[in-house]
């Protein structure tokens, strides 16, 4: 029995060889070449043309190869019923921390504004922040903003959270539910979201949540574009409500060329490359839990589908 592999990038081939090597008895098929459908358990998918996986009558599950499962929910032609399994991984958190990490101390030591400073042959040394100026906020201590948490208090950061349900984390203090959210926001001055994209969630990175943050919030948004309601984030940077935002997920990617977002002297872009399945650390749990299906065992990493993460 086999896996297919079906996502739009050009790392088909990547994902195929890596599994293939750790699984030589396991069948690996690239949803573009010929492949028997009926054989096919498993569907391994990124970001997946909708409707493709209407076509395997015998699917067990599908697996996610990133964390993120919005897209699956999002197509509204994924077969009901099936189990859905997602990357919960050390590396997938532990690069997410860091170029989180990265955001923070580059808007700390003004390193952004240093660089348009530069465009312009501008010689202009301004006061610096310490670790010790700021109190972060996490949206959502899930497997991502969980490690970021520790590594925040490693650095020294006042560091809070928020989530649904209340987390414990050594030195992290902790709020829950829409009655803590104001609290929360009220002194998050540097506000990271690392919240799954459902329902709830969609546009929560609105004009109404950053007014209540801090006058001179930064935002960095390294979950999905969905969370962000574009117009407000620039409305509120004009009226310098908020200092500035990293930004790594867009509702449209490519972040289309004539988007505002890209002018605009306050906003930093990166690709969405905060952090990207490594298939040498990814590719052991995908073969563990097809072994975990063929001997009939629960599957790892289960996706709750009434959480839609
Ligand atoms: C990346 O965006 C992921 O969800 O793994």
């Known amino acids: 029995m086999s896996i297919v592999i079906i996502r739009q990038d050009d790392k088909i081939e990547l994902w195929k060889n890596a599994l293939q090597e750790a699984a030589p008895d396991i069948k690996i098929y690239s949803y573009l070449e010929s492949h028997p459908v ?66 923070i101390f580059s808007h700390l030591k003004r390193f952004y504004e240093y660089k348009v400073n530069q465009t312009k042959s501008l010689w202009k040394p301004e006061q610096y922040k310490r670790i010790r100026d ?38 992290v203090q902790a709020f829950a539910g829409q009655e803590e959210l104001h609290e929360f926001l009220s002194s998050s001055e540097i506000l990271v979201c690392l919240l799954p994209l459902t329902n709830e969630t969609s546009g929560i990175l609105n004009k109404q949540l950053f007014s209540q943050l801090p006058v001179g919030a930064f935002v960095i948004n390294a979950a999905r574009g969905g969370h962000l309601v574009d117009a407000d984030l620039i409305e509120m940077l004009d009226n310098q409500h908020l200092s500035g935002a990293t930004l ?54 289960l996706v709750s589908t009434d959480k839609g993460y």
């Open 134 to 171: 700021y109190t972060i906020g996490i949206l959502g201590l899930g497997a991502l903003g969980t490690v970021l948490a520790k590594d925040l208090v490693h650095f020294g950061f006042k560091t809070q959270g928020w989530s649904n349900s209340r987390k414990e984390i050594p030195e």
């Open 248 to 301: 790594d997920v867009f509702h449209q990617e490519p972040l289309s060329s004539d988007h505002p977002f890209w002018q605009h002297e306050k906003i930093h872009i990166t690709p969405h490359y905060a952090s990207v399945s490594d298939t040498s650390s990814v590719v052991p749990q995908i073969i563990e839990n097809y072994r975990r299906m063929q001997q009939g065992r629960s599957l790892l990493n």
């Open 38 to 103: 009926d054989e096919i358990e498993v569907a391994l998918v990124w970001k997946h043309p909708k409707g493709t996986l209407t076509k395997y009558p015998n699917l067990k599950y599908i697996a996610c190869s990133g964390a993120g499962v919005d897209f699956i929910f999002e197509d509204d032609t994924t077969p009901q019923n099936l189990p859905i399994t997602r990357v919960v991984d050390t590396m997938l958190a532990s690069d997410m921390s860091e170029y989180v990490i990265a955001a």
